[in-house]
C-alpha cells in the first residue's frame, strides 16, 4: 500500500515562506510523477506543481517565480518550497503521486493546511 504523509504546513504573514515535504513509502519511487495541488474553501482542487523522477518541472502561473518543487529520490521525499507567500495561496496542499505507466495508480496524501494572514 502506498502511503503518501505530508507536512510542514502552519500559519505564516505575507511575503513569508514554507517548506512542505511529502514522504512515499510502500512502493517505488522513481517509478512516480510526483506533485502538489491545493485546495481552497468552495473552490475545486488545482494543480500546484509536478516533478518527474528525471527533475523536469511544471508549475501553474500562478506561483511560478515563487514556489519551487524538488524531490530526492534516496529519501523517497517530494517538497515544495513557497516564498513570498500571498493571503490567496491559502488553501489545504495536498501531495499526488502518478504512476509513470498505469494511470490506475494514483496516490494522495492526507493534506496540510497553509495559510497566510496577517
Known amino acids: 500500500q502506498v502511503q503518501l504523509v505530508e507536512s510542514g504546513g502552519g500559519l505564516v504573514q505575507p511575503g513569508g515562506s514554507l517548506r512542505l515535504s511529502c514522504a512515499v513509502s510502500?512502493?517505488?519511487?522513481?517509478?512516480?510523477?510526483m506533485g502538489w495541488y491545493r485546495q481552497a474553501p468552495g473552490k475545486q482542487r488545482e494543480l500546484v506543481a509536478t516533478i518527474t523522477n528525471s527533475g523536469s518541472t511544471v508549475y501553474t502561473n500562478s506561483v511560478k517565480g515563487r514556489f519551487t518543487i524538488s524531490r530526492d529520490n534516496a529519501k523517497n521525499t517530494v517538497y515544495l518550497q513557497m516564498n513570498s507567500l500571498k493571503p490567496e495561496d491559502t488553501a489545504v496542499y495536498y501531495c499526488?503521486?502518478?504512476?509513470?505507466?498505469?494511470?490506475?495508480?494514483?496516490?494522495w496524501g492526507q493534506g496540510t493546511q497553509v495559510t497566510v494572514s496577517s
Open positions: 510502500g512502493s517505488t519511487f522513481s517509478l512516480y510523477i
Open positions: 499526488n503521486a502518478d504512476h509513470r505507466f498505469s494511470i490506475a495508480l494514483k496516490y
